[in-house]
């Protein structure tokens, strides 16, 4: 059976402008990103003499577009290229980079034209916060779009009905790489007492993977004169919200309080599991939950690494995790807390590497079209951009 090459497309609603991607996930590497790359096909007929433009963006929109308070908009860009590919402005050699762009142009014809883009350093990965039940309108996220669009110039009014874009997301895989294995112990001296209560957890390695049950070792010597009334486990997220301040959110994503004593004098020793999920939190407003593409399932947000040098520029959603332990001590005055935080990492595994397929390997192209997703009527979306179908699409050669 020959191998298939999928193919995203969508044309816009006058048929003048269409997208053809290879894909819509790109790697951040930390040291570098994927390029992004595709091609535009056009109508000549349709643009009556209109030009054409690509761009790539990356917004963080913290409130629906509808929102406006004292002149306030609740969405920034926090990057913007654009380039004119129509008519274009170089060789047609010059323009294509990936094997991709050339097996399109190849199969699409004389009126495809290729673009190409790079990521700087300093954006984040594509992040939403997770709505509450009751909420309506666009979530607050990190998001990354294709936008093709025919007009007079590039700075014209564009008509909606000439325009079509396409949802990218800029995701983060672990790295090859593992680090120190996490440890932290703490002592706590207490009044009226001359010995030390000691605390230490230990977890099997830094990285772990979405769905990856997580063992934390709890080590406690207790040679105080306090008596230790339970002990909690939890995995917390922090999400660093950073726009014109930084706000930090902090969500226990999982929690094990299972009323664990230690007396005076005694020690314990115990593996403590926890499995961060979303399906346990799909109810909880202002999770950070990993960028999706329309109705695709999604999963919490993965932990974000920034390159070296570049962090006070990043604005966006940055995300980490921590195994918190608590110990609940009693006392005559009531009970005090002692605890300790273990930082960690939560991603998704590196895919397996695909090669490129062979040059007479088939393309299939795969319409941006709801009525493919299960249950979905086909309408316009919120942008008012439908797939044109066929349309635009030449015979075989």
Known sequence: ??????????????????????????????????????????????????????????????????????????????????????????????????????????????????????????????????????????????????????????????????????????????????????????????????????????????IYYHGEVIKVNVSVTNNSSKNIKNIIVSVDQIANVVLYSNDSYVKSVAIEETGDSVSPGATLQKVYKLLPLLANNTERKGIALDGKLKHEDTNLASSSIIKEGVLKEVMGIMVSYRVMVKLIVGGIMGSSEVGLEVPFKLMHPKPDAVKENEEEDELEFQEFKRSYLKGMVDDEDEDGNVSGGDDMEPKEK
């Open 1 to 206: 059976m020959t191998p298939k090459n999928v193919v995203y497309k969508k044309i816009c609603k006058d048929n003048s402008v269409g997208v053809y991607m290879g894909r819509r996930d790109f790697v951040d590497r930390v040291d570098s990103v994927d390029p992004v790359d595709g091609v535009i096909i056009i109508d000549p007929e349709a643009l009556q003499r209109r030009k054409v433009f690509v761009t790539l963006s990356c917004t963080f929109r913290y409130g629906r577009d509808d929102m406006d308070v004292m002149g306030i908009a609740f969405r920034r860009e926090l990057y913007l290229a654009t380039r004119q590919v129509y008519p274009p402005l170089q060789d047609l050699e010059k323009g294509v980079h990936t094997r991709m762009q050339a097996k399109l142009l190849h199969k699409l014809g004389n009126n495809a034209y290729p673009f190409f883009f790079e990521f700087p350093d300093n954006l984040p990965c594509s992040v939403a916060l997770q709505p509450g039940p009751n909420d309506v309108g666009k979530q607050c996220a990190v998001e990354f779009e294709i936008k093709a669009f025919s007009a007079e110039s590039q700075d014209a009014k564009v008509r909606k009905r000439s325009t079509v874009k396409l949802l990218l997301r800029k995701v983060q895989y672990a790295p090859d790489s593992e680090g120190v294995q996490p440890s932290v112990d703490t002592p706590k001296d207490f009044v009226m007492s001359d010995k030390q209560l000691h605390l230490k957890a230990s977890l099997d390695k830094e």
